[in-house]
């Protein structure tokens, strides 16, 4: 990533970091017990927690390029949404984008525009 990151710097292309997140109004910190030295396991569905608010964002330079709120689960309709109108407006020509791959952009990239 280091030597793609210089390499495309030097062409003059600009790199964006897009990332996703959430965070809650009211977190609450769920408990659990074990047996001494062992793990304790449980399910949450983070993404579904009323009161949670949900962010994408995406930075070139290690300023923030475009931010947006929702509160709602990013669904891959809420990405591509994002992208089409707050992100491809204000990205810089040729501009290389790094994500990581979750759901939301797995789902779009199997569907054509």
């Known amino acids: 990533?280091?030597?793609?990151w210089r390499e495309e710097?030097?062409?003059g292309r600009s790199i964006v970091y897009i990332d996703?997140?959430?965070?809650?109004?009211?977190?609450?910190r769920e408990r659990g017990y074990s047996q001494k030295?062992?793990?304790?396991?449980?399910?949450?569905?983070?993404s579904?927690?009323?009161?949670?608010?949900?962010?994408?964002?995406?930075?070139?330079?290690?300023?923030?390029?475009?931010?947006?709120?929702w509160e709602t689960t990013i669904t891959t309709d809420v990405f591509y949404a994002w992208l089409t109108q707050y992100l491809i407006p204000?990205?810089?020509e040729n501009s290389i984008l790094v994500l990581d791959n979750t759901l939301s952009i797995k789902d779009m990239t199997s569907k054509k525009p």
Do not use: H
């Open 1 to 4: 990533m280091k030597r793609l």
């Open 9 to 11: 710097v030097i062409r």
């Open 20 to 28: 996703e997140s959430g965070f809650e109004r009211e977190a609450k």
């Open 37 to 46: 030295g062992a793990r304790c396991y449980d399910v949450q569905d983070w």
């Open 48 to 69: 579904k927690i009323p009161g949670r608010t949900n962010v994408i964002g995406a930075l070139i330079n290690n300023t923030i390029l475009s931010c947006g709120l």
């Open 90 to 92: 204000r990205l810089p």
